[in-house]
């Protein structure tokens, strides 16, 4: 990996120290000319118009997203967000009175608030697993539950938002086979930093987004879907004419492949930069960039918990790109406003982003460092200069 030569793609480098990829990463200069390009050629010749003759362009987003999951073109649909391509699918498993919904501690809160709604409107009932000593789900505890509650669906966050935490969900994938559970896994921090194989993981379902480790433009990201659920004739609320026809007065068919799970209207400069940002991580290579991350991570745990006050507060076996730390007796407002006087990007997570998880850390807040492969050692020790003088 050229890090020199990435930089100088990535122009986003030259004015910040950005170290938020777990909000939204750099984009590469391929990524923002593609989005650029197409969006000044539908302002000048019409959108539709624009749409049929770069067909060929966007239909590549299908192929690419399933090259990076070992996956088929069929299996692959596009979402304008990681929890668009979440909740369409958390839509359309046949929840009813009483099915249980396996999930963890540590899955993303907005995907909390859909299992809680959907405890509210279906009076379906939330069974969240235990816990490994060293943090993660433990995988005995899943197999215990799974044994006890035959769930209907289990619901893994690969990658929490908020801990350095990677979830073992090859692990809870063979599980779920063994017993012909439903499998969603979110893995909208892992695509673009881990390698991932859906093959491997078994997953019924899988959703990400594009702006994050992926470093494609917002507003795009996917949704995987097994064959077991296209067979199974699973369809999510509410389709429309872009997942299925309308073929009489009383009468609609959806479509035979993942892409039931879209609506029709969609930014296509935001498909084919998505396309373009799969591409070029599967250029540098997956798994390249999980190790130059990986490297950077552990650096910035390393530099921060030497820093009097501070404690990082990641937990589980296997760790990532994501570095949460928490000052004793600072203020976030302090610490976020030192970071952006000296043009450093990086994230501050409150109680609400993780409930279970700070409040069994006893943490109201913590900060979130998110190294991208294009970040630099020399970057890490600058912002820890700057949080020494806080
Ligand atoms: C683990 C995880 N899942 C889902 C999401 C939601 O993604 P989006 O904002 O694209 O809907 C996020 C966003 O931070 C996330 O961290």
């Known amino acids: 990996m050229d ?7 990535t122009p986003g480098t030259q004015f910040h120290i950005h170290l938020n990829s777990a909000g939204a990463s750099l984009q590469p200069i391929p990524v923002i000319e593609a989005v650029h390009e197409y969006l000044q050629e539908e302002a000048l010749h019409g959108g539709y118009e624009i749409e049929a003759a770069r067909k060929e362009n966007i239909e590549g987003f299908y192929p690419a997203v399933a090259n990076l999951l070992n996956a088929k073109a069929v299996n692959i649909a596009f979402a304008s967000s990681a929890t668009e391509a979440y909740n369409k699918a958390l839509s359309a498993i046949p929840f009813e009175e009483g099915d249980v919904l396996l999930t963890t501690d540590d899955d993303y809160s907005s995907n909390q608030i859909a299992f809680l709604f959907l405890q509210k409107r279906y009076k379906i009932r939330i069974v969240r697993s235990g816990k490994l000593p060293t943090g993660g789900l433990d995988l005995e505890s899943i197999k215990n539950l799974i044994e006890k509650h035959h769930p209907k669906l289990v619901a893994i966050t690969h990658v929490p938002t908020n801990s350095g935490l990677v979830q073992d969900i090859v692990g809870v994938g063979a599980l779920c086979k063994q017993h012909g559970i439903w499998y969603m896994v979110d893995a909208c921090q892992s695509a673009g930093q881990l390698p991932l194989d859906v093959e491997k993981i078994g997953c019924d379902f899988l959703s990400a987004t594009m702006r994050k480790w992926l470093r494609g433009p917002r507003g795009s990201g996917f949704l995987y879907v097994s064959d077991r659920v296209l067979q199974a004739g699973l369809e999510s609320f509410f389709p429309d004419l872009g997942g299925a026809n309308w073929i009489g007065a009383n009468q609609y068919e959806q479509l035979k492949n993942a892409r039931l799970f879209e609506y029709w209207e969609k930014n296509y400069a935001l498909v084919i930069g998505g396309k373009v940002a799969v591409e070029y991580a599967l250029q540098i290579g997956l798994e390249n960039i999980e190790s130059r991350v990986g490297e950077l991570a ?11 006050g501070w404690k990082v507060l990641d937990l589980g076996k296997k760790k990532c790109g994501i570095v949460t730390a928490h000052h004793e007796t600072g203020r976030p407002s302090q610490f976020s406003q030192a970071l952006k006087k000296a043009n450093i990007n990086a994230g501050f997570a409150r109680t609400v982003n993780a409930v279970i998880d700070f409040t069994e850390k006893g943490v109201e807040w913590a900060m979130r460092v998110s190294p991208h492969y294009y970040n630099s050692k020399e970057e890490i020790d600058r912002m820890i200069e700057v949080l020494k003088k806080g």
């Open 3 to 9: 890090i020199q030569e990435i930089r100088n793609d």
């Open 298 to 308: 552990s650096h910035t745990r390393q530099q921060l918990a030497m820093l009097p």
